[in-house]
T-cell receptor, first 110, second 113 residues
Framework: RKEVEQDPGPFNVPEGATVAFNCTYS??????FFWYRQDCRKEPKLLMS???SGNEDGRFTAQLNRASQYISLLIRDSKLSDSATYLC???????????FGRGTSLIVHP | SQTIHQWPATLVQPVGSPLSLECTVE??????LYWYRQAAGRGLQLLFY??????ISSEVPQNLSASRPQDRQFILSSKKLLLSDSGFYLC????????????FGNGTRLTVT
C-alpha cells in the first residue's frame, strides 16, 4: 500500500518563528511532489511543487530527499495568516491517482 | 485560464433522500476529474475518478455513484443517503498523469440528518 505520512501536529508557533514540516512516502517510484494548504472548511489549494533541486517561493522552501524518501516544507517568519493545514501530496510517474497525506496543522499565534 | 465550479456549497438532506452534486471545468479539454470526500478532522478520501467521458473508476465501494456525461462535467449521485455520507465533498481536475497537481473546487458541505 502506498503511504504518505505526516505529523498531524498541531504545531503551535509564535509570529516570526521558523517552522518545518516533514512528509515521508513509501513508494520509491514516486516522481511528483506537492505541498497544498487547506484553510478550515475550505478546499485544498496548491502551495508549491517540490523539485529535486529544492525550490523557494518567498518565505516558503520545499526540499526533496529521494534517498530517505521524504519531502519538507520550511516556513520562515511565520505570519498569523499561515495558520492552516498543510498537505503533502506524492504521485507515481504515470499514475492518475496522487496520494495525499492527512496534513499537518499549523497555528501561528501573536 | 482554467476554472472549476462546484455546487451547491452547502446541503442538508434527510436520510434516504437522493443526492446530486455537479462539477464543471472550464478552460481545458479532456481533464482527469476526481471526487473526494473529507470527513471532519480527517484526510481526503478518493471516491471516483475519470479519465474520459463515460469512464468512471471507483476507489471505495459505497452508497455513491459518479457519472461523466460530458467532457468537462462530473456528477456525484446517491439514490438514498445515509448518515455516514455526511462530509465535505470536493471535486478536482488534473491535466495529466501525476506530473501536474490537482486543482479543487470550492467543495460541498453535506449534512445528512
Amino acid at each position: 500500500r502506498k503511504e504518505v505520512e505526516q505529523d498531524p501536529g498541531p504545531f503551535n508557533v509564535p509570529e516570526g518563528a521558523t517552522v518545518a514540516f516533514n512528509c515521508t512516502y513509501s513508494n520509491s517510484a514516486s516522481q511528483s511532489f506537492f505541498w497544498y494548504r487547506q484553510d478550515c472548511r475550505k478546499e485544498p489549494k496548491l502551495l508549491m511543487s517540490v523539485y529535486s533541486s529544492g525550490n523557494e517561493d518567498g518565505r516558503f522552501t520545499a526540499q526533496l530527499n529521494r534517498a530517505s524518501q521524504y519531502i519538507s516544507l520550511l516556513i520562515r517568519d511565520s505570519k498569523l495568516s499561515d495558520s492552516a493545514t498543510y498537505l503533502c501530496v506524492v504521485s507515481e510517474g504515470g499514475s492518475y491517482i496522487p496520494t495525499f497525506g492527512r496534513g499537518t496543522s499549523l497555528i501561528v499565534h501573536p | 485560464s482554467q476554472t472549476i465550479h462546484q455546487w451547491p456549497a452547502t446541503l442538508v438532506q434527510p436520510v434516504g433522500s437522493p443526492l446530486s452534486l455537479e462539477c464543471t471545468v472550464e478552460g481545458t479539454s479532456n481533464p482527469n476529474l476526481y471526487w473526494y470526500r473529507q470527513a471532519a478532522g480527517r484526510g481526503l478520501q478518493l471516491l471516483f475518478y475519470s479519465v474520459g467521458i463515460g469512464q468512471i473508476s471507483s476507489e471505495v465501494p459505497q452508497n455513491l455513484s459518479a457519472s461523466r456525461p460530458q467532457d468537462r462535467q462530473f456528477i456525484l449521485s446517491s439514490k438514498k443517503l445515509l448518515l455516514s455520507d455526511s462530509g465535505f465533498y470536493l471535486c478536482a481536475w488534473g491535466p495529466g498523469q501525476g506530473d501536474s497537481p490537482l486543482h479543487f473546487g470550492n467543495g460541498t458541505r453535506l449534512t445528512v440528518t
